[in-house]
């Protein structure tokens, strides 16, 4: 049988049954290049069309039973392509939106955190300037200037005993503060973060 002269799905079930793959590839071949644009003409996409292509062609092959009813080949290929680009389409589209949903999901899970986090800071900065005074300074210079108990005794002209008796004074007092005062406390996550990095 010549390519050319297969119009319906019996057609190509006995093409197929008969081995004759020269012959079905030059009905692949007549076909491929006009399915591959109308199916691109759905996604925009020369690869993704050549793969639907390639698909239904492959289906076409190895299930032939299925075209035992159809009247008209070249119109249930172009009929066969074109819904399966669709298909392709609508579901790269919902992925698509999932992705945006989720970026922004994300985004603002993450603005949330960072504003929980800055006004944690903000908060325990307002509970150290409560601190008497001399205990403020020494807490200041060991947290947030990093200098050693020996350092701020020398820079103070206090002992090292006494600036580590500050040390657990402020300690002391802000764990108590926070543990104590549900606003305070109420963040969870950006609690515990501040207290490993400022209270121990």
């Not at 945006?100 to 986090?117: Q, T, V």
């Not at 108990?149 to 103070?156: D, F, N, P, V």
Request: proline share 1%; with cysteine; aromatic share 10%.
């Amino acid at each position: 049988m010549d390519a050319l002269n297969i119009e319906t799905g019996r057609d190509l079930i006995s093409l197929i049954e008969k081995g004759q793959t020269a012959t079905f590839t030059q009905f692949y071949t007549s076909y491929f290049e006009k399915l591959v644009l109308a199916s691109d003409k759905y996604l925009k996409d020369i690869h993704e069309a050549e793969e639907i292509v390639q698909d239904v062609f492959l289906k076409v092959w190895e299930n032939p039973e299925n075209l035992s009813e159809v009247k008209s080949i070249k119109s249930y290929l172009y009929r066969t392509v074109i819904n399966a680009s669709i298909n392709y389409f609508n579901r790269q589209k919902n992925i698509e939106q999932h992705h945006l949903k989720l970026a922004s999901e994300l985004s603002d899970e993450y603005l949330m955190n960072l504003d929980e986090e800055n006004e944690m800071i903000v908060l325990l900065r307002s509970e150290i300037e409560k601190l008497p005074a001399q205990c403020k300074k020494v807490f200041k210079l060991s947290r947030f200037e990093s200098l050693k108990y020996k350092e701020i005794a020398i820079q103070l002209d206090i002992s090292e005993k006494t600036v580590e008796n500050h040390i657990g004074n402020a300690l002391k007092i802000l764990r108590e503060r926070f543990l104590n005062d549900e606003h305070l406390n109420r963040q969870g996550k950006s609690y515990l973060m501040l207290m490993s990095v400022f209270l121990y």
